[in-house]
């Protein structure tokens, strides 16, 4: 019976297509045997230097049989989507996934289910090693702890010696720090090297950086101690924008969009800008950009008034669907454990977040920005930084005030202006 | 078709005995079937890939835009409640008239150039093969590629665009960050690398037009401008509505070029003055992680440029009438 046979191969055709089509949805996964070799994933964003100093290679050396994985996107605005999108799938997600510090708040309230608590790993003993505040953030109501902590962000200013020489303002950290003991006086230091600067050289990279790093000493942010957004109403905030504004308005910016703008990159070397808010891990930034040529040029010191100030800092966590949830949790433990902390810092400048690896480097100095006590500073920042309440919409905040001020400096709306469309974004956003 | 086959075949016809007409009407009967459903099976592979992908998205996208769908969390109906919240956004209309400005900005230059090309290459000049296919090469390069290169040509302290403004007297430009010069830079990105493409299609149109048209207008001394007038543009219509509706759509989905040209960001400048329908629907969903939010927004823009279509295809088949 040859047509009864068409029809059928014409239907198996069909049904083939139709699994192969479905195929795809179902991702077959086989739990690992616990024994034997292990190939850990980690999936991380920026620079958290543990490649740049070897330290996946060192901890291979150390625990045979234990292979690392390791990948990293460059800007955590694209990875953090992206993960998202991994996590809701729960297929993809590698064994230790980064967390930047303001989604922190966000994983806490909605994800706990997506994450694994600490303490029932081995890495459990390395939840007290912190700074007081540093895993409370990644601690939970119910008290699991989805994540360790790996550095934070002690905030100084970094700048630019040789330019700061050529306008006449002094060029020594310490007497930089004594002429600028709030942030008018940083201002005031801004219009005298305005005036005496070299072409093309403004005072400070951009509103938007000198606005996180003023509101970078604040505690309460965007949120208030009982979980409610106040950013409108928070005269720190207010004022912080106002005052960058107002920096921007003066001419005192060089209208460089952070991290976006490639302008801002060629600045560190090409001397855009003489100042900029100065994160520890920025240090590894700026000898990044501005390469060996930059070398002695750039200098730190701390903030005005010599406040304390933390931007920035992050997590390593392990997703609930990783199958080798206790071989994870001994690779996290070990990198954030303070030797290898204070390696990270030796090497691109993150700072560390416990309190053994602190000890081990507050006596570093850093021949790069000419033998600056990077150690010192940062230290003392972390030490007078108060602790900041973070929540869940901190990011959108944060960048719509940001992008607020840089209407301000590059299309001259009015701070006023700047503000309120600000206020209707956010409202439309958050709701 | 179907009639025929459904037509009982003379050697088929059922002989007298019980057991075998049932056996027989049996056979026939699924020879029937067979010659009903073939055809439909035969056709049936491109409806199964349509219906997974580009049915299947159609209606979930649609299902999606009725609930609020954070990323990574489960969905609550909310009716039409993320309708409203988009049509009462100002960042909504800002996006849409920016869509709409860059798209003229793109497009028109975009198909001026490529008429004038192609009407040039179409003449016999040395090296035509060469220009012709150098004239494509826009079109295979990348668009992130594209994008980055153009970013630093358009840099406010370092560019070329700017250094040769300066060799005029002209200050440099800050045009990232204001409002049209960053759109006239997508704009040039955009016309960069579709020109050629285009220039190409017309060409081909060009060269389907009888060289016996050409001939005659030249006996009746017309000039080189008045044959493009009154030969090549009439026998090119149908082509020029082609890409402009291709570019029309092209124009309303625009995505790449101005996100790269922000640095990845979705925001599309400080002040939103070159976010595009496709970058604020990119921003709800993935930087934001409003999936239904963004939902929305593509159904909309799905709408819009179904309108738009039509709205094409009246206005050429009105012309048509007016010319019959």
Not at chain 2, 124 to 146: D, I, K
């Amino acid at each position: 019976m040859p047509i009864p046979r068409k029809t059928s191969a014409a239907v198996a055709v069909a049904a083939t297509l139709a699994l192969a089509l479905t195929a795809c949805g179902s991702g077959a996964s086989t739990p690992a045997a616990s024994s034997g070799p292990v190939e850990l994933k980690v999936s991380l964003f920026g620079t958290f230097g543990y490649d740049e100093v070897g330290l996946f290679k060192k901890y291979e050396a150390e625990n045979p049989g234990v292979t690392i994985t390791y990948e990293s996107t460059q800007g955590e605005d694209k990875y953090w989507p992206a993960l998202q999108t991994r996590l809701a799938s729960g297929s993809g997600v590698a064994d230790v996934q980064g967390i930047e510090v303001s989604r922190i708040s966000d994983v806490t309230a909605n994800q706990a289910d997506k994450w694994t608590d600490l303490r029932d790993t081995p890495a459990k003993d390395s939840i007290g090693g912190y700074v007081s505040w540093k895993e409370p953030a990644a601690t939970t109501k119910d008290g699991a702890v989805l994540g360790l902590g790996t550095d934070i962000g002690p905030t100084g200013i970094c700048y630019r010696s040789d330019l700061l020489a050529k306008a006449g303002l002094p060029t020594d950290p310490a007497a930089l720090s004594a002429q600028m003991p709030d942030w008018n006086a940083f201002l005031a230091l801004g219009e005298k090297y305005k005036a005496n600067a070299p072409a093309g050289s403004a005072w400070h990279d951009s509103a938007g950086g000198l606005y996180n790093a003023i509101i970078s000493t604040q505690k309460e942010i965007y949120y208030d101690g009982s979980g409610k957004l106040v950013y409108g109403t928070n005269p720190a905030v207010k004022s912080a924008f106002d005052t960058a504004a107002g920096a921007a308005q003066k001419g005192l910016t060089a209208k460089l969009e952070q991290f976006v703008d490639p302008g801002w990159d060629q600045g560190f070397s090409s001397g855009s800008f003489a100042t900029i808010a100065c994160p520890s891990w920025m240090i590894g930034y700026i000898k990044g950009k501005a390469g060996t040529g930059g070398a002695d040029k750039w200098n730190v010191t701390t903030l005005p008034g010599g406040v304390g100030g933390n931007w920035g800092g992050a997590y390593l966590a392990i997703p609930a669907v990783s199958q080798h949830k206790a071989e994870a949790a001994k690779l996290i433990a070990w990198l954030t454990a303070p030797e290898q902390q204070a390696a990270v810092f030796e090497k691109v400048g993150n700072f560390p977040s416990t309190t053994g690896a602190i000890a081990k480097v507050t006596g570093a100095t850093d021949p790069y920005f000419n033998t600056a006590p990077i150690g010192k500073i940062f230290t003392a920042s972390a030490d007078a930084s108060p602790v900041q309440i973070l929540g869940p919409e901190d990011g959108v905040v944060k960048s719509a005030l940001v992008q607020a001020l840089l209407a301000v400096e590059t299309s001259g709306t009015s701070p006023a202006d700047a503000w309120t469309a600000a206020g209707t974004k956010i409202s439309n956003q958050v709701g | 078709m179907t009639l025929q086959l459904d037509r009982p075949v003379p050697g088929e016809r059922t002989p007298p005995g019980t057991g075998l007409t049932t056996r027989l009407s049996w056979r026939s009967r699924l020879h029937r079937f067979e010659g009903r459903s073939a055809p439909y099976v035969y056709i049936a592979p491109f409806f199964l890939v349509f219906v997974a992908f580009g049915l299947f998205p159609l209606v979930y996208t649609a299902w999606i835009s009725l609930h609020r769908y954070k990323l990574g969390s489960s969905m609550t109906w909310i009716g039409l409640g993320n309708y409203t919240w988009l049509f009462t956004n100002g960042a909504f209309y800002n996006a849409l008239w920016k869509t709409i400005t860059i798209g003229v900005l793109s497009t028109v230059p975009q198909l001026l150039l490529a008429l004038g090309l192609a009407h040039l290459l179409n003449y016999r000049l040395r090296g035509r093969t060469f220009l012709r296919v150098a004239m494509l090469m826009p079109y295979a390069t990348s668009v992130a590629a594209a994008t980055l290169v153009f970013a630093l040509i358009f840099g406010r302290d370092a560019g070329v665009v700017n250094g040769l403004l300066g060799l005029v007297g002209v200050h440099p430009v800050d045009w990232r960050n204001g409002d049209w010069t960053a759109q006239i830079a997508i704009s040039v990105i955009v016309i960069w690398r579709w020109t050629g493409y285009n220039a190409l299609i017309y060409l081909a149109g060009m060269q389907s037009i009888s060289s016996d048209l050409y001939e005659a207008a030249a006996l009746d001394g017309a000039n080189r401008w008045q044959q493009f007038r009154h030969v090549t543009l009439p026998g090119l219509r149908p082509t020029i509505l082609f890409t402009i509706v291709v570019s029309t759509i092209g124009a309303s989905q625009l995505f790449g070029e101005p996100l790269l040209f922000g640095g990845g960001q979705a925001n599309g400048g400080p002040v939103g003055q070159y976010q595009t329908l496709g970058l604020f629907m990119y921003q709800q969903g993935w930087q934001f992680g409003q999936l239904g939010r963004a939902a929305t927004v593509a159904w909309v823009t799905f709408l819009l440029i179904i309108g738009l279509v039509l709205l094409n295809t009246r206005l050429s088949k009105i012309r048509n009438r007016g010319e019959s």
